[in-house]
C-alpha cells in the first residue's frame, strides 16, 4: 500500500512540475535598447548562458556590495528582491546610486541585458505570466 501511495503522489507531482516550468516568461521588453528580448529554456548552471552570465555577474558584481553586513550601505538583495518590472525600470532609469556612481560603467551593454534578462527571469513572482512583449 505504501509504495503505490507514493507512486500515486510522484504521478501527480509530474503536472504540477510541467505547469511551473511552463510559468516562467519566455520574453521580456527592454526599454533601454527598445526590443523584445527572448529569454531562452536553456540550462540555469552559472558557466552556461543565457543566466549563466548573469547570473554570474550578479554574483559577482552585484552581491560585492549587495551583500549582508556589506561596509558599503548598499541594500541586501536577492533576485527576488524586486519584481520583474522593478528590476526592469532599475536597469532604464538606472536610479540605484550605484548606478549613478559609475560602478555599472565597468559592465559591457551586453552584460548588462544579461544581468537584467537574469534578474527579470528569476524575479519576485515571475514564475507566473509576465511575459512583457
Not at 507514493?6 to 509530474?14: I, T
Not at 521580456?28 to 528580448?37: G, K, M, V
Not at 555577474?57 to 553586513?69: M, P, Q
Amino acid at each position: 500500500m505504501n509504495r503505490f501511495a507514493m507512486s500515486l503522489a510522484a504521478l501527480l507531482l509530474v503536472p504540477a512540475f510541467a505547469n511551473q516550468a511552463e510559468a516562467a516568461p519566455k520574453t521580456r521588453y527592454d526599454a533601454t535598447t527598445q526590443t523584445c528580448r527572448v529569454l531562452s529554456d536553456g540550462p540555469l548552471e552559472w558557466e552556461s548562458r543565457p543566466w549563466g552570465e548573469g547570473g554570474k555577474l550578479f554574483k559577482e558584481v552585484c552581491k560585492s556590495c549587495h551583500s549582508h553586513n556589506n561596509d558599503k550601505g548598499a541594500p541586501f538583495l536577492w533576485t527576488e528582491s524586486k519584481s520583474s518590472d522593478a528590476w526592469n525600470r532599475v536597469f532604464a532609469t538606472r536610479y540605484p546610486k550605484c548606478a549613478k556612481d559609475g560602478s555599472w560603467n565597468g559592465m559591457t551593454k551586453e552584460q548588462l541585458l544579461e544581468l537584467n534578462d537574469y534578474l527579470y527571469r528569476f524575479a519576485a513572482y515571475s514564475q507566473g505570466v509576465n511575459d512583457s512583449c
